[in-house]
């Protein structure tokens, strides 16, 4: 009877533990949450938003496609050049459709995508830390010994 229970126990643990996995986003869902961010950032009108959702989700679709063929071990150096120049097409693209400031700001927008988005750890309840770009940030404080202590 104890071996029935624990082996239930443990089935239903399993089973728990496998519903609770998130499932990775879907394309739409990485498009939808990319043009609510970038359109914080970039004031866009709602035709702007039609066009660059449409070239965003054939990007993101091309990502999940690569992803896949990555987690099966069945890509080549050829699939991943492909989706570099899908990904460099998309962004020349969106840069036509915006207009002369927005062009500005959706530079600076992918700078900060690019940098790992704007995350700014805080310290305090109200203070943020610092955040050091570039050379700088990968500099050692004075006196810190880099070889054998």
Known sequence: MKTYILT?????????????QKAPPTPSEMTAKS??????????NPTQKNI????????????ADLTK?????MYTEDDISKFYRTQNETTKNVRNILKGEQQTQYDQYMEE???GGNKKKKKGKHEEEEV????DGLKLPAGTNVGNP
Do not use: P
């Open 52 to 63: 660059i959702y449409n070239y965003m989700l054939d990007l993101f679709k091309a990502q």
């Open 113 to 115: 995508m690019l940098r």
């Open 69 to 73: 063929k990555q987690q099966t071990g």
């Open 8 to 20: 239930l126990g443990m089935v239903m643990g399993m089973v728990f533990f496998a519903k609770a």
């Open 132 to 135: 050091v770009t570039g050379i």
């Open 35 to 44: 043009i609510e961010a970038m359109d914080k950032k970039i004031k866009m």
